[in-house]
């Protein structure tokens, strides 16, 4: 399995600002994704990003507000942007493991929106 | 669209099993299961691929009938540390790495 490593682990913002989340792999993955987990819910996919092409985006999340960028193999970035209350949450990246496998998660980084 | 997992929550004593379902109206190309802990990211436990195969490890085991788009996970004398939230997430046949994740199954295992 990948461990994987995010940053920050969780921040506070104020409306109409942006964050920046990292997701570093300890090794090199094709495809990462990245998801978001209200408070007591499920995990909703926001895209899939592959190293040398543009993000993949799930219904309901676009790419001026989750922008995303993948300069490698081993690392990307999700940038929250014009942040609401309603972006509180925690934001998870994964990859998948060799073979038919499962995702292996990072941390999380849990964003409050003020 | 979202499989939807029954039951929402189960409270059970050390000892207990517990059967947590899985389905979807849609044709599967696999069923993951993953289990997450208050303030932990998720963790795999198993896959199951389309064939209908049973996996398991330890005293957790789950079932895929490909023909009814449902899965069942099966925890047997479960222990403390089963606590948790479990999640279903399921991969169409079109998109086989895109996971749509249920809503999940709140576990509590009592001494």
């Known amino acids: 399995s990948a461990v994987i490593s995010q940053k920050p682990s969780r921040d506070i913002c104020q409306r109409g600002t942006s964050l920046t989340i990292q997701c570093q792999v300890d090794?090199?993955?094709?495809?990462m994704f990245w998801y978001r987990q209200q408070p007591g819910q499920s995990l909703t996919l926001i895209a899939t990003?592959?190293?040398?092409?543009?993000?993949?985006?799930e219904s309901g999340f676009v790419i001026d507000k989750f922008p995303i960028s993948r300069p490698n193999l081993t690392f990307s970035t999700l940038t929250v942007s014009n942040l609401s209350p309603e972006d509180s949450s925690i934001y998870l990246c994964?990859?998948?493991?060799?073979?038919?496998?499962?995702?292996?998660f990072g941390p999380g980084t849990r964003l409050t929106v003020t | 669209q979202q499989p939807v997992q029954s039951p929402q929550a189960v409270i059970l004593r050390e000892g207990e099993d517990a059967v947590i379902n899985c389905s979807s109206s849609?044709?599967?190309?696999?069923v993951h299961w993953y289990r997450q802990k208050h303030g932990e990211a998720p963790v795999f436990l198993m896959i199951?691929?389309?064939?209908?195969e049973q996996k398991g490890h330890d005293k957790i085991s789950a079932s895929f009938n490909e023909k009814k788009q449902q899965s069942s996970l099966y925890l047997t004398a479960s222990q403390l540390s089963y606590s948790g939230t479990y999640f279903c997430?399921?991969?169409?046949?079109?998109?086989?790495?895109?996971?749509?994740f249920g809503q999940g199954t709140r576990l509590t295992i009592n001494p």
């Open positions: 849609k044709a599967l190309y696999s």
């Open positions: 090794s090199q993955v094709t495809m």
């Open positions: 994964s990859v998948e493991g060799q073979g038919p496998s499962g995702q292996y």
């Open positions: 199951l691929l389309k064939g209908g």
């Open positions: 990003a592959n190293q040398g092409s543009e993000a993949t985006y």
């Open positions: 997430g399921t991969a169409g046949i079109q998109g086989a790495q895109k996971l749509v």
